[in-house]
């Protein structure tokens, strides 16, 4: 049976950079262990809003929901209505992001190397919102024991596989239970208490701390276990040190379904020119065939993209002049 | 009538740098056109919970209430429980966070000059969490329309007055109002709409892309007005790029009262030596003597401190081998 993805481009730079990896994936296919791509073409964001009245049709929805995977590109004004929903309709209840320097782009701190596992359904994300008064507004942010265990059973799971950058042998846990202390406090404890039992190494940061300690010294992190909130802008900032939202992929993980993207957004300056880089979604594309099981060819999707980085084309973002092709075709030929 | 100001050494090298921030407010009292200051010592912290059974008595928490100002060195274990009544005590909407790369300073990114401006009064810090069931808690956030045009009247005070980084002109609101709509919606539209109001320039930024951002190029900011929880831990990745929290100053603004307080926290591993590094509690005390309007010798007691860290002895943390009171006794002689 065909593996079968729906593919949402979305907005923007979305529409090069999505072919790129489906061109990848496809190349990949043929070449290594997996069985063949089937692919369902459904669409999102500003562009469908202007002319369907809806960022996120149902048609949208149901297409990733039923799918073994979805790939998405980027949406602009229209994010978080397209991507909270899509979140939700692959049931995914970790966001992998890992934030990595890579060969021969500039980084603020080049030897970052960190994987963020966030939390994907609630804390503010899950907010319930309410207009008290005229003056007054409340959000209800949420901590449930069974979500914060199955992140931090999944972040043991990821530890014991090996998947933690180089030389790392657990995780820390980032909150702020010194002031959400029943809230916080339940998912640190909840998160540390699994680690225990399965007798992973954890330790903890407040975020706060976590904030000015990664810039001074990315080294101290490997693997780092948060909230939704916390993961958003932790991982950010992570971004930023290795360079910026440009080259990073992630995967929003379910129990049979999973979300692939880009870290970045539309780059509404170069849409449309066919130099948009598209390693961040080739990136996001091993992080699906990995999420197969083929480990192996994720690994050799990486191992293309640094090889392109370290001595092949490279788009304007990285001081080059190749067109978005230029870079999946080099890609593809060092598979 | 004297300036009567409350004093909370705290724990571990708040009793050391305390007294040397003291000895700076004496001396520009003797020297600038500052009247007298008039102390009131009382205590909080981890020794004071150990001993009393409560973290903060109430004689401090009045002590600090009826000063004019209030001057805190650090708390352990139990900074929440102190800090957080202490910036209730004076009546504290908000928190001022300077971060600003000094000379001969290791900095990750050197040309960072940013004030963060955070609301001190609500967000998840006004938050009322319950425990709804075995598996659930939650967490209401708070914001109003009063406590948001509080802060940007503020900011548009302190832009006017010439006392953000230089050049800056305007500032930035950074929020999360695409996912806490409701919340950061207002508090986004109210501190924009008092900068219209008052023809202060103003613009926004996403939290996370903040966090993105800053490393990759903090000069793109100057004043940042933020909530209360985004507040912390932005300013606290700022405090990263300029070297750690180290330095770094800060002030809680009230109506009538103040409470000034160095970022960093008790050092336990060098309390008690005499080699703690004075200069974050002596810019707290120069943020108080502005505080009373008397800018100049808060500019003499930062131009002293730069000097000093230009060609003047070093604590350790700075590589140097001076004591406290050499450094203090240094900044005294160049005021
Ligand atoms: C678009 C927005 C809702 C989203 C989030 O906050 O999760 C984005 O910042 C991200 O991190 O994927
Ligand atoms: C100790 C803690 C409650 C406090 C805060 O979160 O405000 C600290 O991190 C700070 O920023 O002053």
Redesign the pocket.
Known sequence: MPVEIAVIEGDGIGKEVVPAAVEVLDAVAATGSIGEFEYTYVDAGDAVLAETGEALPEDTYEAAANADATLFGAAGET??DV??PLRDAVGSFV?IRPARAFPGVDAVRSETDVVFLRENTEGV?AGHEDRLSEDLSTLTRVVTSSASRELAEFACDFVEDGRGPDGSEGFTVAHKANVMRETDGRFRDEVLAVAAERGVEADEELMDAFATKLPLDPTQYGVVVCG?LAG?VL??LAAGLVGGLGLLP?ANIGHDNGLF?P?HGTAPDIAGEGVANPTAAILSAAMLVEYFGYVEDGNRIRDAVEAVLTDGPRTGDLGGSATTTEVTEAVVERL
């Open positions: 994010a978080a991507i909270l966001n994300y939704n958003d991982s950010d992630s993207e870290v």
